[in-house]
């Protein structure tokens, strides 16, 4: 069977009939046994012309060899960037270091540059800092590693034997997150566009959103967050909320305040078909008000499961109804 990327139209947003650039974010199989099964959810997405498929990173590096073969599998078998997540909580200069040299030298050259949460059964105050202590450090050492491996590229200059021409080395692109309701850590309403600030500063080229469930949630940020100084793109990152379940999840997770009326839609809906309705439609709206808004693009959450993630760009009329796998 033959592997070779296929070609793919660019995504159209059906009501301006303009491009959207959308992704989605999947994660590693907790064992090797789990990859042919998130392979094809890769197909399925890839196929939809996503910007790139990112892959997340487990705390600690827990999952580095999982990540590194899922974010070679989407570089080789598809026509799709892959983004690599890093984190460098816990982490030293040296091993961080070692960590972005294995991927580079797999090909990756886009990145997502995070803190991260400490390991399982690590609490804050437990883990080790002093050598990276942040994003932005993360994003400085991730352009300086790149820079050291591809300083400058030489080209010929015709007809001047021995002579070359001198550019600049291959850059990496590093995105960061960002968070419109405020990190669980933060100290001040004001301290994350201070981050955000300091991970453009050090070299960051966009920037990915939490989950947020109000459109004026992340409209708001942005706009604080340009009047702060930030240019970077800033990708609004949706997650479909399927069950109560999950919504409570993702509460405990974020500390973010309960949405009302996401969560009584959800409560009464009965069966969870009916419940992953109400979610598919919540996120569509979600997506379609950010972009109506003004945001660069859209950033899916995907589960590892395509169904639910296509099913919010059709709502959206993000891809065509026809679209199948």
Do not use: W
Request: net charge negative; hydrophobic share 45%; proline share 9%.
């Amino acid at each position: 069977m033959s592997h070779e990327p296929r070609a793919v139209a660019p995504p159209v947003d059906a009501a301006s009939n303009r491009p959207v650039p959308f992704s989605f974010e999947i994660y590693p199989p907790r064992t090797a046994e789990g990859l042919p099964a998130l392979y094809e959810t890769i197909r399925v997405l890839a196929n939809t012309g996503p910007r790139f498929i990112s892959v997340t990173f487990g705390a600690g590096g827990s999952t580095t060899d999982r990540s590194l073969a899922v974010l070679t599998h989407i570089l080789r078998q598809t026509s799709v960037p892959p983004v690599a997540h890093l984190t460098c909580v816990g982490s030293s200069y040296a091993e961080a270091t070692t960590v972005i040299r294995e991927f580079l030298d797999a090909g990756i050259t886009r990145f997502l540059a995070l803190r991260g949460d400490p390991p399982v059964g690590v609490g804050e105050d437990e883990v080790a800092l002093g050598d990276l202590e942040s994003a932005a450090q993360l994003v400085q050492l991730i352009d300086r590693v790149q820079a050291e491996r591809s300083p400058y590229r030489e080209r010929e200059i015709p007809g001047v034997p021995g002579a070359a021409q001198v550019a600049d080395g291959d850059r990496v692109e590093i995105a960061v997150a960002a968070f419109p309701n405020g990190h669980p850590r933060s100290r001040h309403r004001f301290e994350d566009i201070d981050a955000l600030l300091a991970k453009q500063a050090a070299g960051a080229t966009s920037a990915i959103t939490q989950l947020f469930f109000h459109p004026g949630e992340y409209l708001a940020f942005v706009a604080r967050a340009r009047t702060a100084g930030v240019a970077i793109p800033i990708i609004p990152g949706i997650m479909p909320i399927t069950s109560p379940g999950r919504l409570r999840r993702v509460l405990e997770l974020t500390g973010d305040p309960r949405p009302k009326a996401l969560a009584a839609a959800l409560e009464s809906a009965g069966d969870a078909a009916a419940q992953r309705a109400v979610g598919i439609a919540h996120a569509a709206r979600l997506a379609r008000a950010v972009l109506d808004g003004g945001a660069p693009g859209i950033h899916l959450y995907a589960f590892n499961n395509h169904d639910t993630v296509l099913a919010v760009l059709r709502a959206a009329g993000l891809i065509p109804e026809e679209t199948t796998p």
